[in-house]
Each structure stands twice: as structure tokens, then as C-alpha cells.
């Protein structure tokens, strides 16, 4: 059987077989639960204990070093299947809203620079009070998003998730990688318009898309339900550069390559690198020396602040002053907006050697940068689990080749999808604008390989 056929067919099963769908998200919820309460409950295992020897160990293994590395790369291979038919927090926003008020959904709420500030202000906060490393900042800000998901859902719409729509602070993220992936249901619109099925069954899209209109794979939850739908909808394969390398201008949106900049790749940098940067160390060393000598300000010095607002944990010696956490949130600051605005301006250089329409040519040419910015999330969460691994005393000799590896396909992704992004500007151009776009580029993989090399 052909593999389109036997897609579709995969489709049209999901969309057949949604109570055993649901009776597994279900289960996932429960582990979920498990691994976000119980860690939390017990008391933090010694400094000197095995990973694997204590729950909050195995939750954090699961968590930081399999779950959410697995989920980007799941979004990079098969979209936001994730999203429809596993994520535990979609299902309970969904089941909420099912039994809830089911109010209009106001207009505050569909604001488009949510997923860029719920991505940075979380990334900020897990840094605060690290995340990564403790089981009650992980129930704080994940079992706190679940919350904040079922309370949305149980207020708006009617069977529907308005959260994973407008406010999950993942959901852009995930719609962004979601345009690279090869799996998406195909609308084939003439198809819908001139369907002679008779009776057509009405569909809850959950994550309310006009799906008639639907042209790209980053909304959709590829939750099956539309599948067959009027002879019109597929689960299909599709080339993975063809959303992207397709984009019109008026697909392009803002408050995506924003968060693609800024957030995905500025933000996530310095999240990721503070902790190991010497200008960090040397930077807060002279602060807290001039505070010192100066006798100001030494407040700043305290360190005795509650766990939900900066790390504390003095049984283990790891406890943020006020000044720790005041360097923190400056110096991802600092990188965010310098690398953000770098690839930016140099995305506009790059631009203006395509065409004269170069504002609307710069954002489409910024989501090449889509490859890069997904590698690099999922080289700096794996970069947890392997030194969790390291840890253990397990040797990692081939951790640097694979890591250099997933760098450079990342790159030479990103530069292919340029290149067929500025098809139809002639060889010339199209050369040039790649030239000019390369100090972009070499700004993100650097600043890669520092992190790898810390
Ligand atoms: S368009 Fe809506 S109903 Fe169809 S697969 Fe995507 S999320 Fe599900």
C-alpha cells in the first residue's frame, strides 16, 4: 500500500478510535501527576545521591532529560501530534472546558504576544528558581500551568482549548517547529467547496481552526478529528522545507518571528548559558565587591529569600541572593535583546539584497532560522540530562562529536531553507542575500559552541 494511503488510513483510524485516545491521555495524566506531586511531597534526596535513587531523580531524568527534549524533536518529525493526542494539559483544558461556564472568548485573551511572553517570563522564572534541578519548582511552574489551563478552559468556550490556542507558553514554539514537520493534514480546499456528501458531520476542532482554511501544519493539533472530513482532509507527508520555503508575506507573522529571535533563540541562550558564563561570574563579583566597598545597597547580599521567588536550599549550599537573581534576569535580558536585534538587523541587510519589499522579505526570511533555533532548544535541554548522566559516572566519549553533529545540521538546514526562501531573486541576489545574512548565523552557532564548550 502506497505511504500516502496508508496515512490517510492512519487518520481516518484516529478519528474512529477517540475514546481509546482519550482513555491513553488519561494515563498520561496520571504519570504526569505522579512525577510532578510526589518528588515534590518527599524530602530533597542528599547532595551526594545517585540520580536514580531517589524519585525526585527519576522525575527530574524524565522530565528535563526525556520528556521535553522528546517532545521537540516528536514536533520537528510528526507536528503538533503532541499536542492532540498525548499532552496532559491539553486533554485536562479540554475536559474543563467541557464542564465549564463556556463563556465568549474576550479579546484580551487572543492577543498574539502571549506565547512570546508566557515563553520568556517562564524560561526567566524556572532560571529563578531553577527548574531544572528541584521538584517544587517544577511542580510550581508546570502543576501551575495546568492549573491556569483547566481554570481558562473551565471559563471559555465549550469543549474546546482556548489555552493551548492562545496562552500555552509552548504553543508558539511548538507552532513554529510544527511548519518544518513532513506530517500534517492536507486540506484540499476545492475539494470541501465542491463535496457532494450530503450529511456532514459537524467537528470540535479544540484548538478552533477555520479548518476549510487551514494551509499550514502550525495550529493544528493533528488530533484526526477532521480526518475524511467532506472527502477534503488528509493525514499526509509533505517535504520538510515546503511550509517554510512556501510562506507567503501575508503568512508571515510578527509576534512569530519575535518569539522565533528573541525568545526560541536570545532568550533560550542566555537561559541556558548564565550559569556557566565567566563574564557572569566577573560581572557579579565586581557588583557585589562595589557593594561591598561602598556600603550599599547590601541588602542585595541576602540570600534569605523563599524558595518560590529565588532558589533556596542551604541543606544543599545552593541559595540566590537577591543580587544572583537580579544578574540573572539582566544578563538573559542582555543576551535576548542583543543576539534578537543582531539576527534582526542582519536579517534586514540580508533582505534588502532580495527586493525592495525588504520589510515583509526580512520576516519571511527570519523563519529559516527555524532549524537553528529548534536544535539549539534541543542541545541545551539534552545538555541537563547528559551531565545528569556525567554525573552518574557514566562515560559520554561520542556526547561532543553528537552535539557538534546536531549543531551543524541545524545550520546547514537553516541555510538551505534560506536559499529556496529566496528563490525567484536570481543566482546574483540570491547569493548575495546569503553572504549577508551570514553574520546571523555564525552569532547563533557560536554562541552554541561556548555553551558546549562550558
Ligand atoms: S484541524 Fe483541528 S480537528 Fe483537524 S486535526 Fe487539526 S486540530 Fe484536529
Not at 563579583?285 to 529565588?310: K, N, S, T, Y
Not at 527555524?370 to 541537563?384: C, D, M
Amino acid at each position: 500500500m502506497p505511504a500516502d494511503a496508508t496515512l490517510s488510513r492512519l487518520g481516518l483510524w484516529l478519528r474512529a478510535h477517540r475514546r481509546f485516545i482519550q482513555a491513553g491521555q488519561w494515563g498520561i495524566v496520571l504519570v504526569y501527576a505522579v512525577l510532578l506531586i510526589v518528588p515534590a511531597m518527599l524530602p530533597l534526596p542528599a547532595a551526594e545521591s545517585q540520580l536514580f535513587s531517589s524519585m525526585a531523580g527519576i522525575a527530574q531524568f524524565v522530565f528535563w532529560g526525556v520528556w521535553w527534549p522528546g517532545v521537540i524533536v516528536s514536533v520537528l518529525l510528526l507536528g503538533r501530534s503532541w499536542c492532540g493526542l498525548f499532552c496532559p494539559e491539553g486533554m485536562l483544558t479540554e475536559w474543563a472546558s467541557g464542564h465549564g461556564r463556556g463563556r465568549r472568548i474576550p479579546a484580551w485573551l487572543k492577543w498574539p504576544g502571549w506565547p512570546l511572553v508566557g515563553f520568556v517570563a517562564t524560561t526567566v522564572y524556572g532560571q529563578l528558581i531553577s527548574v531544572y534541578q528541584y521538584p517544587q519548582p517544577a511542580l510550581l511552574i508546570l502543576g501551575g500551568s495546568t492549573l491556569a489551563a483547566m481554570l481558562v478552559g473551565y471559563l471559555y468556550g465549550r469543549n474546546k482549548r482556548v489555552w493551548c490556542r492562545y496562552l500555552c507558553p509552548v504553543s508558539g514554539v511548538f507552532g513554529l517547529l510544527a511548519r518544518l514537520a513532513p506530517l500534517h493534514y492536507a486540506v484540499d480546499r476545492q475539494a470541501w467547496e465542491s463535496s457532494t456528501t450530503r450529511k456532514t458531520i459537524p467537528i470540535n476542532c479544540a484548538p478552533l481552526i477555520d479548518i476549510r482554511r487551514m494551509e499550514g501544519a502550525s495550529l493544528c493539533h493533528q488530533c484526526g478529528r477532521c480526518a475524511g472530513q467532506r472527502d477534503a482532509v488528509q493525514l499526509a507527508c509533505r517535504p520538510f522545507n515546503r511550509e517554510i520555503s512556501r510562506l507567503r508575506p501575508d503568512q508571515a507573522q510578527p509576534w512569530e518571528v519575535l518569539l522565533l529571535l528573541y525568545g526560541m533563540i536570545g532568550v533560550a541562550i542566555g537561559a541556558f548559558q548564565w550559569s556557566a558564563s565567566s563574564t557572569f561570574v566577573t560581572a557579579k563579583q565586581a557588583v557585589a565587591g562595589w557593594l561591598i566597598e561602598h556600603e550599599a545597597g547590601l541588602f542585595l547580599l541576602d540570600d534569605d529569600v523563599p524558595w518560590w521567588l529565588l532558589t533556596h536550599y542551604p541543606s544543599l549550599n545552593d541559595s540566590f541572593c537577591w543580587l544572583d537573581g537580579a544578574m540573572i534576569v539582566g544578563y538573559i535580558a542582555l543576551v535576548g535583546s542583543l543576539l534578537g536585534s543582531w539576527l534582526w538587523f542582519w536579517l534586514g541587510v540580508s533582505a534588502r539584497a532580495l527586493q525592495p519589499e525588504w520589510r515583509s522579505r526580512r520576516l519571511q526570511l527570519a523563519y529559516c532560522l527555524t532549524p537553528l533555533a529548534g536544535t539549539g532548544l534541543i542541545l541545551g535541554l539534552s545538555a541537563t540530562s547528559l551531565s545528569l548522566l556525567r554525573g552518574m559516572g557514566l562515560m559520554l566519549p561520542w556526547k561532543g562529536v553528537a552535539q557538534l553533529a546536531l549543531l551543524g545540521l541545524g545550520l546547514l538546514w537553516s541555510m538551505r531553507l534560506f536559499w529556496l526562501q529566496a528563490a525567484g531573486a536570481g543566482q546574483v541576489r540570491r547569493g548575495q542575500a546569503m553572504l549577508l545574512v551570514m553574520p546571523a548565523w555564525a552569532a547563533i552557532v557560536l554562541c552554541w559552541w561556548q555553551f558546549l564548550q562550558s
